[in-house]
Structure formats: C-alpha cells, structure tokens
C-alpha cells in the first residue's frame, strides 16, 4: 500500500479523552513495550552497561523501570532517570519515549512545552512518529494556538518515515496518508462525534484538495499522497486506476518508495490493485528502489532472486542486494546473510560467517537470529558447543514468542544440558508451544 503522512485528529478539540486514547494507541505499540521478565543478573548487567554509556541499556531499564514486569514494580523515578540518560546521550528512542510521558502525563506531570521539545529533538533525526506527533500537537493546539500549517509542515516532513500501529488483531506497518483510514475506522468503532463528521466531510476534503494541487504542480511525495487517497477511498471516491497513474507518476519523478509501493503492488501477494500481477513486473520496480538507494526495495529484490521468483534464482545477487542491505544497518538482511553463509547458498558453507551475521542481526534485537544463535551454541557450528549460551540465547528468543527456541529450551531440560535435568520444566516449555 502506499504510504504517506495525513493525522489529523479533529476530534481532539471536543473528545480529549477518546482523542488520547487514540493517539495512544499509536504512540505505545512505537515503544519497545514492557519485558516479560528480567533476571537480577541481567539487571545488574544492564545497569552496569547503562553507567558506562550503552544507550540500549538505558532504554531498555527506561520501558522496563516505566511498565513493571513480574519481579520489577513499576519506578517511575528510575524510568524517568533512564529515558534522560539515554536522550542525553543523543538516542532518538528515548527522546520519543520522553516527549510521549510528556504530553501525557505518564509518571511525569503533563507538560507540553517539555512534550514538545523531545520530539523535536527526536524529530532532527528522522524519527517518524516524533513528527508525526509534531503535526498533532501543532493542528490541535497543545500548549500553544493551533497552526494548521505548520502541522502539515510536520506531516510532509513524515511522508517517507515509517509509522507502525496496530490494525485489528495483527500487527502492520501503515505510514502517511494510509494512518487516516486506519483512524477513521477506529473513531467509527467508538462512535464518531459530530465534530470528527465534520472534520471528514471539510478538514479532509480540503487537506485532500492541498495535495492534488501540489501533486498537480509536479510534487513527487503530494502524487504518493493522492495515489493513497484514490487507492483507499479517503477523502474521494475509490478509484484504483486513478491510484496507480499517481503512484507511477511519483516513482517516475524519482520518488523511490514509490517504485517499491509498485513493486508491492505488482506482487502476486499486494492488493488494492485490479490489474494483473507478477513477479517480474514487482522485481523490475524492486530494482528500481534498490538501485534508488530504497533498504525495503534491496531487501525485496535480493528475495525474489533468492527463491527465483519471475526471473532465474541467483543466489550471488541474492547476496549482494543483502550486502547493500545490511551495510545500512537492515536486521532482516543480516538475518538471511547467515543463512546464506550456514546453508552454504552462492558461496562455500561458513557457519562461522553465518555465525557472525547472525550476531549482528540479533545485536538489532532479531528474534530469528537470536533462536539461530543459541541453535548454533547448541550443534557447535561456527562457534565451539556452549549449551549454557545456547540456553541464554534461546530465552532472549522465547521472550520474543520464538516457538522454536521454546522447544528447544524444553529439549535442553529434558536432555539436561546446560542446566541440571529437570522434565517438569521441559514439558512446561513444551506446553507452550504445543498445546
């Protein structure tokens, strides 16, 4: 789907309580969430790096210290301490974190002005929903008069950042302009007010009547804007031709995640499209993307010559899109690099590569790589046989809801390696995957 920033919470200005429960909803599924559960060990451990400056350990103590878990209570005093200590050293999370409990009053008295200064710290470097927030603080007036154009200042600037919310009972990626509908659903669950009628049948209509004027006028990221709105029946009549003449007009204007919206439109797997799909057509707009400098795309067309979908499998280019990929920092790359190197796929099998690969990815909190790593300690491939790390490694997965790392945590109780040999504990772990 195409994507493109348009939040606009009218509702706000005679519903506070619904309006912040929506944004809400936005705003905490961004976070990391609160652990399930953290050892005292790895507390102190965390601790220790947090003192010494690792910024994902102060983040990490910030959401664990702010949500509680089952052997943590709740400290808003450490939580608070923590998401500073980590903004203060220039991460971008916690200034999200900050500005959120901020604006909302989470262990902290409400303050705008402060809300406010942390997104627009997080905002400078790129941080989607920072700018987003922006946008609805200045449209709905928070602490200062509204400025309408200053809040669409905010949402153009969002337009090629990613935006994840929930959506029904699964967990999808929307950003820009798709957030709207997903909006508009959630207020007509709850019950629109009068205002938020008004605001879909005026405010929207003239955001919308902006940005074809803008897209008319040749403005590559407007024409992604319109292609949304046509392709999803927000704010105009649904009309999918209309949708893919401006998403193309956008990609052949140079917009790169457009060529990728092409390419997922193309797929035999997108939707909101009439016309015929097929993996050469997607692979040819991937390609695009990649060569645009677009991760998603890099990551896209090294799949399809993986598996050789539409054109011939070509393990060698495979690899070198994921290369690309994983050099700007993509875990899902890193994750199917050590794959490639363990199976042996375009190059001699490495499993110390493979090994090193998936290291990386699982540094970036990847929970496959994070199961493969504790697979590997368990076989001793690439690396020399550790079932006590196996197990570490297996934990970290378990926690992420890695169904294959909590059968092998049962296997190691009922084996006794690594720990003492306990079935009750295995069946336990077995249970929770087949039950």
Known sequence: MVKYIILLISVMTSNHVYAQNTMMDILE????????????EEIAEYTRLAEEGNIQAMGYLGDMYYYGEETVPKDCEKAMKYYKMGAGHGDSTTMLDLGNRYLFGQCVAQDFQKAEYYFLEAGKKGVSPAM?????????????PADYDKALEWY??????????????????YSGFLILPWLTERARAFGATDSFKKYQT?????????????????????MMALASAYQSGVCTPQDTAKGK????????????RAMYELGVMYSPR??????????????KWFLKAAEHGYIDGMTSIAIIYYHGRGIPQDYKKAMEWFLKAAAKGNALAMYDLGLMFVNGEGVPADPKKGFEWFSKAAAQDYPNAMAYLGRLYDMGAGVDQDYKKAMEWYLKAAKKG??????????????????????????????????
Not at 245 to 256: F, Q
């Open 156 to 173: 153009f600037k969002t337009a090629n950042n990613p935006v994840e919310v929930y959506y029904g009972e699964g967990k999808r990626a």
């Open 270 to 283: 997108g939707d909101n499209f009439d016309g015929p799909r097929d993996y050469v057509t997607s692979g």
């Open 245 to 256: 003449y401006w998403l193309l007009k956008s990609a052949n204007a140079g917009n790169e």
């Open 29 to 40: 599924h961004n976070s990391a969430g609160p652990a399930q559960y953290t050892s005292p």
């Open 132 to 144: 987003m927030m922006l946008g609805v603080m200045n449209e709905t007036g928070m602490g200062k």
């Open 202 to 222: 005026i405010d929207t209509l003239k955001t919308f009547l902006a940005f074809k004027a803008a897209a008319e006028k040749g403005d590559k990221y407007a």
């Open 402 to 435: 890695m169904q294959n790392a909590m059968d092998a945590i049962g296997k190691l109780y009922e084996d006794g390696k690594g720990v003492p040999q306990d079935y009750k504990k295995g069946v336990e772990w077995y249970s929770k995957v087949h039950h």
